[in-house]
């Protein structure tokens, strides 16, 4: 996931973090002409690992998302690499810088391969590379490490290996709105948990397509490993509002997960329901009318929805 590194704080002692990859990681078997696929921090640098560290190190060249982005990375762990030493693959010229890195690992060389931040070849580039790697007879090997996607499951608390639910991986939802809402629907009818990923400049979007799922949970991350990180979960129905309660939570790169669906879903479709009606009228009445009016409708509790209320349309200070 392209999330910009905090390159601004360098991290204490590189030197010292370097030799200690080096004493730590150097006595492993690094295979020559071997393609090494390298996770990098997603926002906090001590997040690199001691053996990522080491092969950044040693290899014979990196292949970057950004070559600019990746030079800033290697100086804040104290790493020189001559401009030479560094390829350009990114989305545009990924197929065909393939062939550039084939041939340097054809001739002996290590080549690590490093995207803007995270773990290549998920939502970054770097599947095209790999498979081309492998359809040339060559190895490619994993230096695992930060993941937006494995940090948000392990506090979102929504997937539990003893009930053997699992998840699936949805990535970015389609920038076409009929593509997207059509993909969210598909989402309403997986029994397992979802984990999707999104840019500041369309989560406003995503939320919007998410909201129908109602009082279907979701556990959103927003600059994750970061200064400002925040993780919250809140009904999907309520998520628009809470992006729009303040401006700074519309900001970052996301992680979201969308919650199993539960042994409650009729229940749940009944609150979604009335959560839309109460939405509805909030946006054309006052706050206790719209309140009163959504109780007559929907049977629902007076109290239970004036609390609800206030979280989608808080009172003016």
């Known amino acids: 996931m392209n999330q910009a590194t905090e390159s601004t704080r360098q991290p204490p002692h590189r030197g010292a973090a370097l030799a200690a990859a080096r004493a730590v990681a150097g006595c492993q078997d690094y295979p020559a002409g071997a393609l090494y696929v ?6 906090n640098l001590a997040d690199i690992t001691l053996r990522a560290l080491h092969v950044l190190d ?9 070559t600019r982005h990746t030079s800033q990375l ?3 762990y104290g790493i020189e690499k001559p401009a030479h030493a560094l390829i350009a693959v990114h ?9 550039t890195v084939i041939e340097r690992l054809q001739t002996g060389q290590r080549v690590a391969y490093v995207s803007d931040a995270g773990t290549p070849a998920v939502s970054d580039p770097g599947a095209r590379l790999v498979a081309a790697v492998q359809a040339a007879h060559l190895r490619a090997l994993p230096v695992p490490g930060a993941s937006s996607v494995t ?7 929504a997937v539990d290996p003893v009930g053997g639910g699992g998840f699936v991986f949805a990535g970015f939802l389609p920038q ?14 997986e029994p397992r948990a979802a984990l999707l990923l999104e840019a500041p400049h369309r989560i406003v979007a995503c939320a919007s397509a998410l909201a129908p799922l109602g009082a279907r949970a979701i556990t959103l991350g927003r600059e994750l490993t970061k200064q400002f990180e925040q993780i919250v979960t809140l009904p999907c129905a309520d998520l628009p509002a809470w992006l729009q309660a303040q401006t700074g939570r519309q900001r970052g790169e996301f992680a979201l997960l969308l919650h199993p669906q539960t042994a409650a879903a009729p229940h749940a479709a009944s609150n979604a329901q009335t959560g839309r009606v109460l939405r509805l009228l909030l946006a054309e009445l006052p ?11 929907t049977g629902a509790a007076r109290n239970a ?12 200070e």
Not at 176 to 189: E, G, I, K, M, P
């Open 305 to 316: 929805l004036y609390q609800q209320a206030l979280q989608i349309k808080p009172p003016r």
């Open 151 to 157: 940090a948000l499951l392990s506090v979102a608390g």
């Open 176 to 189: 076409q709105a009929s593509a997207r809402n059509a993909l969210v629907q598909t989402l309403r009818h």
């Open 38 to 43: 390298v996770a990098t921090p997603i926002g």
């Open 58 to 66: 040693m290899a014979d060249a990196l292949a970057c998302e950004d």
């Open 74 to 76: 290697l100086r804040a």
């Open 287 to 297: 706050l206790k009318q719209a309140v009163k009016l959504t109780a007559e409708i």
């Open 91 to 99: 989305q545009h010229n990924e197929a065909g810088a393939a062939q």
